[in-house]
């Protein structure tokens, strides 16, 4: 899947391509698809191992990918940052063989702390299932 971008500086596309590298990013079989300045698109598709014991997807899950978007999208604004506060709220439940969508986005980037928002929805309803909105400590 190639990665979609605009408006966001060669060196920074080429540190969010190597995303791809990184374990959880493989766990989990995320793909990041679009990047934009202060904003990002992940995919993956729900498997058995991401459900919870109702056989529906963990809501630990549907957080780690908002927490995910959150970052990418960060990171197309600059120098990177860690979660110190996140809350997700869990409207919709999803299940083996959707495939999710996190769009991230940066609502606010101060000198020590970044403010994101990210959704996450069924691609193939459309059907929002998660809103997050996280804060960030800068770290340089």
Do not use: W
Not at 58 to 72: L, R
């Amino acid at each position: 899947m190639a990665l979609q971008h605009e408006n966001v500086a060669p060196e920074i596309v080429e540190v969010i391509e190597g995303f791809q590298d990184i374990p959880s990013f493989q766990f989990f079989d995320m793909h990041i698809t679009k990047i934009s300045k202060g904003r990002s698109t992940l995919e993956f598709t729900v498997r058995p191992e991401h459900l919870n014991t109702l056989g529906l997807c963990h809501g630990g899950v549907m957080a780690t990918i908002a927490d995910t978007a959150m970052g990418v999208a960060m990171r197309t604004t600059g120098p990177s940052g860690v979660t110190v506060e996140i809350n997700v709220n869990f409207i919709r439940s999803t299940k083996v063989g959707d495939t999710m969508v996190a769009e991230g986005e940066v609502l606010h980037r101060g000198k020590k702390s970044i403010v994101c928002e990210s959704r996450v929805y069924v691609k193939q309803t459309g059907k929002l299932c998660a809103v997050s909105r996280g804060t960030f400590l800068l770290v340089e």
